[in-house]
């Protein structure tokens, strides 16, 4: 039976200080493997999206689209409703709350 070394906490954080300066010693085989995991990660995503979607049939619905005008004019009753309120908000008079407000001579002559 194999025995397997079993890798302590303080074993893969030594690991993880030191692989900067191992990257560092090494920048130029650091660099030429970066540059071939970019190289074959492009050609993946160009091989799936680009070589394979050209490839691919498309399914043409055999249904075409129907103009629903019933739901038409629900809608746009609905937006003239909205538009109509937001005129009538528009007109609205509101107090002022920071003044404050004196009863008028023809209000106190009514009363």
């Known amino acids: 039976m194999i025995k ?3 890798l302590e906490v303080g074993e893969i954080k030594r690991i993880f200080q030191r692989l900067p300066s191992i990257l560092g010693k090494h920048a130029f085989l650091t660099f030429l493997a970066l540059l ?3 190289l074959l990660s492009g050609g993946f995503c160009f091989y799936k999206y680009g070589f394979l979607a050209g490839r691919a ?3 043409i619905p055999k249904k075409t689209l129907q103009f629903n005008e ?3 004019s629900r809608i746009l ?3 003239e409703s909205r ?6 908000i528009d ?3 509101y107090p002022d709350p920071f ?3 004196y009863p008028q001579p023809s209000e106190e002559l009514t009363e």
Not at 83 to 88: T, V, W
């Open 4 to 6: 397997i070394k079993r």
């Open 36 to 38: 071939l995991l970019s």
């Open 57 to 59: 049939e498309l399914e």
């Open 70 to 72: 019933e739901t038409y």
């Open 77 to 79: 009753k609905e937006w």
């Open 83 to 88: 538009e109509q309120r937001l005129k009538e």
């Open 91 to 93: 007109v609205k008079q």
């Open 99 to 101: 003044r404050k407000s």
